[in-house]
């Protein structure tokens, strides 16, 4: 195979890439950012599906965040595959700060005390006792549509006027590059005799 590792990864190496890529996660980020940026479509759809991408990592819906957010951006009007682009807001490092940030900001919100330390999420899951998740999931889920909103706000507002600027930057380069060929062409054109 031409594209193929020549030494296949073991199960633990491919575990340790998802949690800490080899190129690490800024630079994991910036090529996540900047093929957001090339996106074919208009600034405010990208970021649309983006920010809706951002709103699904903050709900309790772990497993279905892609699918959530590309129903989101479906519903808005807004690119699906920026959607996609816009989970990676919700990752292995974000995630131990933003399960505690929803839960407690839907405790204050709900009026209620409790704190998630004595709750063990995939023994509850795993037992199939769905009853006891709900009072820990009902108020993640509140605190996950207020802090979605107001992360989808935050990255809406930031995609959209780097994807513009990126876009304006690139038609203007390509206007001149054209219009340097047209003059080119003009200029070496041979003269006919009369």
Known sequence: MRFRRRQERTRAQQVRQWI?????????????????????????AIALGFAAGAFASFTPLWTMHFVVAALLAWVLGGNILASAFGTV???????????PAIYETGITILG???R???FNFWATVSSGDFAALWPTWKPMAVGGVLLGLFAGAVCYVLVRATVAA????????LGNGVAARRAGMAVSAPRREQ
């Open 112 to 114: 209620k005390s409790g």
């Open 20 to 44: 800490w890529p080899e190129s690490g996660w800024w630079r994991t980020f910036l090529y996540i950012w900047r093929r957001v940026w090339r996106l074919a479509d208009s600034p405010h």
């Open 89 to 99: 807001v919700g990752n292995p490092v974000t995630f131990p700060f933003i399960v």
């Open 116 to 118: 998630l330390e004595g």
């Open 166 to 173: 990126y876009q304006d930057r690139r038609r203007a380069r």
